[in-house]
Structure formats: C-alpha cells, structure tokens
C-alpha cells in the first residue's frame, strides 16, 4: 500500500470526522429564510422604522440610551463591558463611565449578542429565559413574562415581547423615580402606562407618525408596534450566516477551514463533548445549564444569604440564581440560557456576567468548571465613577451621590459572591457539566474552530447605525464618520 502524503492523511482524516459527524446527525443544517421570522424578509418600511427606533435614545425615560448603546453593532452587537453601563452612563464601549449625574449601580448580566436573533428558534429570552410563549394563554399576551397580565396583545413574536421590558428598568434604559414620567410608572408597578409614555413621545414626532403610517397603516402608535419594528430590524440586520463554517455546510466543501480547525472540529463533535449543548444550526440547544459560571457584580437580588447586607448595611442579596427564578425548580439553580456560538469570538465578555475576557479563558472554564470557578479570584470590572443612591426629604424623594464611606461599602458588592467560599460552593454544588481533559495544543485546535464560526461582514457593521434619527437626538453609537 502507498504511503499517504500529509495532505492525503489529513484529507482522509476530515473525511472520517465528516462521515462520523453526519452519521451522528450533528452536523447542522444550514439557516434558511423561513428559519426567521417573516421568513427572513419582513416588510421594509417596518424594518426602516426599527432601524431608527433601535438607535434613537427618544426610547429611554430621560432620553440618553437606546438599544444601540449597550447593543453596538460595532462591538460584537454588546459593549465590550462584562457588565454594562446603563442610564445615567456616558461614552461606549470599554470606555463607558458613569455620567456627571451618577449611576445607581452595573446591570447585573452581561448584554447578550444579537446575532441571528430573529431566528424562529429562539422562543424564550434572556439569559433565564423569563420569557417564553404561553400555549395555553394564561394571559392575553401569549406570553409568560414579568409582566405578566399587563404584557399587551399584537406582539408579533417572543422577540417582540423582550423588546417591551429593557425600556422599563431603571438601570438600563427608564431612569429614577420622579426624573421622568415613563420611570416614574416603572417604579409605580404600571408598565402599560410607561409604554403609553413613551408611544405619545414618538406620536410628537411627524417624522415618526409618517414612518409609522408606512409601516403599519395606522395613525396611532402603540408600543405594541415599536416592539415589533424592532423585531423586524434585529432579524434582517443581525442575521449573519457567512462564516467559514457555515459556507462549508451550505456548498459541502471544507476546504476552507484549516488543519488545526479541522482538529477542533473534531474535538468539539467528539471527545470535548461541546456539541452536547452548542448544536444545531445556531450551535445552541436553547436550553438552560449550570456550569458553574463565575458571579461578577450585583446580581439579581436572589437568595438568602444577608452577609453583605449585614457587613454593609446596604440592604442587598446579592446571588444570581438564573433559571431557578423562573421555574422554581431546584434543577435549575445558576442555570442559564446555552448561548449561541455564530460570530462567538467577536462577542466578548463572555458568560451571563461577562466573568471571562478571553475566549480562552472560557473555553478552559468550560473543560474544568469547578477548578474555574474556585481559581477565578476578584471580579474583573473598570470602575464605575459616581454613584447615587436614593434618600428623601420630608415627603420629597431624592438622589444624592454616596458618600466615600458607604461607597466603599457598595463597591464591595462587585466580588462579594465569588470571594465568599460559601456562596461559591453553591455556584459549584449545582454545575452539570463534568470536566474534560485537554492538552495545551487540543484547546489551541477548538479555538482555531470557533475562529471558523466568525463571519467576516461583521466583524464591524457600525453601517447600521444612521446618520441620524427623527427625534434630533444623537444616535447611539454615533454613526461612522463617513456619514
């Protein structure tokens, strides 16, 4: 028998891995229009009307933040923060700070990517999934949501429905109680009246009545419609499915993908065990899995542990609990949604609180989690400048920046759960995810994969941003200088 050359050796190896692979049924199929919503191709005018609403901080209770800040098509559709600055902060990016204003604190999860977001497969959102479809229509929404029976009908899809929740958080886009009328609603538990607010703003706009008049044939505007234009944008503008890797699924030639590539590809379909969770076309099994994934920041308030409460005297907890919060189900504690791994080397920080900055870094928590999370040390934020807290006067409700003492106390907050050997160990006691044991050069390998799953048109579409709004505001980011 002849010997084989190297390139005849590697030739016949990715042809076993190939074989193997789709004998397995894991090798996806590729995204096809009718994967997504409207089938790929929702009506333009309505597309065109999300575009502007996205970048428009007209959305935000005192008018400085849209979508597009913490969701910057040209960082990775996120903002390079483990956790994100939101209202009250100024800049983008890495170098997002707390404005001349202050902040009240970080939100608490890392701002998920947004790529091919618009696909039908996604039907429940955010990192826990706290919303998903309602078969049985408990509410009128057909949404199972946190806002439960004030969630409107006419959204479109559950990507639609999340569009109704980041403008009421007070951290992310709504503001204070008594700053605005949209968070004053917030904190008044009225969120219809919130997005009423925020609907007679746009009707104030003749620009936005007209554009809204094209999309939807109809005068009167409802927050119901900016969800679903925003819906209709995140779908056309976000769907990215020319990677190398995916071309080779489409055409069958893996030429393209090179020989350490070849090898992680290998690896993650077989003894790495990733394709367990990262499968299908979008390389997630939409399902929700503890991994023992480090806590950086605040959290959301979950628990019941009070020990920082009672070293602060800020009256916090401080755990993140995940999908445990939505299910009660003890099987879900610090479980969190499986993200996608399309375009995954241009989307960090990674993890639900953005612990890791490297991909590396993820990869290697990812073989051994337990040993990851307890070497992990402080939690690694940039400083987040001036912070306000609430108080009062008589019967007024004021804002006023911290002073040092107490804010030294705050501060503590960011790496309170993971310095905590016991608030570890119940992040550890839940993990499912058993180690694996690699070489140096096999996580070399996965990597040059995952590198494979990166298309290059969006490695920066800060063209998505227009040059301006109808509002008169600044779109947020700025749009490219060129414009």
């Known amino acids: 028998m002849p010997s084989l050359t190297l390139k005849g050796f590697l030739t016949s ?12 049924g894991e090798l996806p199929t590729p995204l096809q229009d009718d994967d997504y919503l409207h089938d790929g191709a929702p009506d333009p005018a309505v597309v065109d009307l999300g575009r502007m ?3 428009d901080p007209i959305l935000s209770g005192n008018r400085n933040i849209s979508c597009g800040t913490c969701h910057d098509p040209g960082r990775g559709t996120g903002d390079e923060l483990a956790l994100s600055i939101g209202e009250g902060g100024e800049g983008f990016g890495a170098d997002r700070r707390a404005g001349s204003g202050g902040v009240t604190g970080r939100v608490p999860r890392n701002a998920q990517p947004l790529y091919n977001i618009g696909a039908r497969a996604y039907e429940s959102l955010f990192h826990d999934g706290r919303l998903e479809p309602d078969p049985a229509r408990v509410f009128q929404s057909g949404f199972w949501s946190p806002a439960r029976e004030h969630l409107p009908e006419g959204l479109d899809s559950p990507l639609a429905a999340q569009a109704m929740f980041p403008v009421l958080s007070p951290v992310e886009m709504a503001g204070q109680k008594g700053e605005n009328p949209v968070a004053t609603a917030v904190a008044e538990d ?5 997005w009423k607010f925020l609907a007679r703003r746009l009707s104030g706009i003749k620009e936005y009545r007209d554009m809204f008049e094209a999309a ?3 005068g009167t505007i409802s927050f119901v419609q900016v969800a679903n234009a925003l819906a209709a944008f995140q779908t056309v503008a976000f769907r990215s499915n020319g990677s190398p890797f995916e071309q080779s699924l489409r055409d069958g030639s893996f030429s393209r993908l090179g020989n350490d590539a070849w090898s992680g590809l290998d690896l993650f379909y077989g003894r790495a065990g990733c394709s367990g969770c990262h499968s299908g076309p979008l390389l997630t099994d939409h399902r929700f899995h ?41 099987g879900d504690l610090f479980a969190f949604r499986t993200p996608s791994l399309l375009n995954v080397a241009l989307t960090g920080p990674w993890g639900h609180s953005g612990a890791y900055d ?15 999370l307890h070497s992990y040390g402080a939690a690694r934020l940039p400083e987040l400048g001036e912070v306000i807290e609430q108080t009062g006067a008589g019967s007024k409700l004021i804002f006023r920046f911290m002073n040092p003492a107490r804010r030294e106390a705050f501060d503590r907050r960011d790496s309170w759960v993971q310095s905590s050997a016991e608030l570890r160990n119940r992040i550890a006691g839940a993990n499912v995810l058993e180690a694996v044991d690699l070489t140096d050069r096999e996580i070399d390998q996965l990597l040059a994969f995952l590198d494979t799953l990166t298309d290059p048109d969006f490695r920066d579409r800060r063209d998505l941003v227009p040059a301006r709004v109808p509002s008169g505001l600044m779109p947020q980011p700025p749009p490219l200088q060129a414009q």
């Open 13 to 24: 190896t990715v042809a076993v891995v190939l074989i193997a692979c789709a004998q397995a």
């Open 190 to 194: 009225r969120p219809q009246d919130a």
């Open 290 to 330: 503890a991994i023992a994934m480090p806590q950086t920041g605040p959290g959301k308030g979950h628990g019941a542990d009070t020990s920082y409460w009672r070293a602060s005297g800020f009256m916090d907890r401080l755990e993140d609990e995940g999908r445990f919060r939505v299910t009660f189900d003890e």
């Open 358 to 372: 490297t991909l590396e870094a993820v990869v290697r928590h990812h073989i051994s989690p337990r040993k990851s």
């Open 53 to 55: 609403l996205f970048f």
């Open 216 to 218: 939807f044939g109809s």
